[in-house]
């Protein structure tokens, strides 16, 4: 039997969330702006799941916009609020260790003539706030660092970050994408102005996103997709009612459940990377020393190929570099940034832990891993 520990690319639909979608496939299928009274009802519930969603991050529900995935709530806050914001300057300041979303997007802003810098991090992967101090400009309009990082679990200084930019009149944005039931996600706290999350992270389906949007930037923000006035007008097509209920009943299961499973979840990792570390020789922790989420252990086996090792330990469902980027040979950007050696960049695998691991898998995986590295190790020309 397969032993998921993905769990950062992806999450299983949690069965309490899958009840809560059904009615929305079936008899409640009527379109949320249509006036009759169907329509009238599912807008209701689409209400009242924005408000669940709302109360989970302490803001207020006309601030929560539900797009199609965190890569359009990350694209919306963007390129949104730098379309806004272009007259007042165009510089913008991200991490060389934002998922992809965030990367290209910015990219995709440098060749429309706006200048970014891609702040550097340290060797246990977080960026320094003196960093950001000394990257800021004038011209400033934008910063964008996400909570946690999806390859290796490292928080970042978020809060501060915000604090530094609120004096300066800066704009932040987070991809709190892996940060979701994890950590705090009270937007007041934080500090930030935009947050984006996504579904599928957090036992809910794929194709749903949320961005939480500072009401005071609603009427700024430039939509990207153009068409109906769903959304407030910042996100065009017709409601994914059923994935919209299902956020809401995954967030109400976290609010309730959520710190139990932190510990849970925690527990299994740190036993997994101690056995790792004890029983297989040259192994370590990328990100070892940084404050890291419960739920990530990247783990460089050094002198092995890590797409070898998953050879090896084919029932292990574990990720090489990002999921995204696993069938290109580029080494992971986010190890690369962290100045890892380009041989531990090849020999790192990503184990993520979450609602449905047990125990027994984390065992089985040990085993698994410990008996194929070792394998692998006597075979190895570099070791
Ligand atoms: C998965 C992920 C995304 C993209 O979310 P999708 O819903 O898959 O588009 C963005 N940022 C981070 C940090 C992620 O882990």
Do not use: W
């Not at 990367?103 to 003539?113: F, H, P």
């Not at 739920?295 to 797409?307: D, P």
């Amino acid at each position: 039997m397969p032993i998921y520990l993905d769990y950062s690319a992806t999450t299983p639909v949690d069965r309490r969330v899958y009840e809560a979608m059904i009615p929305f496939l079936t008899e409640k299928y009527a379109n949320p702006s249509s006036i009759h009274i169907l329509g009238r009802e599912v807008r209701e519930d689409v209400e009242n799941a924005r408000a669940v969603v709302a109360s989970y991050i302490k803001c207020e529900p006309h601030e929560i916009v539900f797009t199609a995935s965190g890569t359009s709530s990350d694209n919306l806050a963007i390129k949104g609020m730098a379309e806004a914001l272009k007259h007042k300057g165009k510089h913008i300041i991200t991490t060389s260790i934002e998922h992809k979303a965030v990367l290209e997007t910015c990219k995709s802003l440098q060749k429309a003539g706006f200048e970014v810098t891609y702040l550097p991090v340290s060797k246990s992967g977080v960026i320094s706030v003196d960093d950001f101090r000394k990257a800021l400009r004038p011209d400033t309009i934008l910063v964008s660092v996400m909570l946690v990082n999806n390859e290796v679990g490292t928080v970042q200084p978020v809060k501060e970050i915000a604090s530094i930019a609120r004096e300066r009149g800066i704009i932040v944005h987070t991809d709190a994408v892996q940060a979701v039931g994890k950590l705090s996600t009270d937007v007041s706290e934080l500090g930030v102005q935009l947050m984006s999350f996504s579904g599928h992270k957090f036992n809910a389906p794929k194709g749903i996103g949320i961005l939480y949007i500072d009401e005071n930037l609603k009427d700024l923000i430039i939509p990207i997709v153009c068409g109906g006035s769903q959304e407030y007008g910042l996100r065009a097509g017709t409601e994914n009612v059923a994935n919209i209920a299902a956020v809401a009943k995954a967030l109400e299961i976290l609010a309730a459940e959520g710190e139990e499973e932190v510990k849970r979840v925690r527990r299994f990792r740190d036993m997994f990377e101690q056995e790792i570390l004890a029983r297989v020789p040259d192994t370590y922790i990328n990100g070892a020393g940084a404050d890291r989420v419960c739920s990530v252990s990247n783990i460089a086996f050094r002198y092995i190929e890590g797409e070898a090792l998953m050879v090896y330990a084919s029932e292990v469902c574990c990720s090489t570099g990002s999921a995204c980027t696993s069938d290109s040979v580029d080494a992971s950007h986010v190890l690369y940034a962290m100045n890892a050696d380009p041989v531990d960049m090849h020999g790192s695998l990503r184990f993520s832990f979450g609602r449905f691991t047990t125990e027994e898998e984390v065992k089985a995986a040990v085993e698994m891993i410990c008996t194929s590295a070792n394998k692998l190790r006597a075979m190895s020309p570099l070791g």
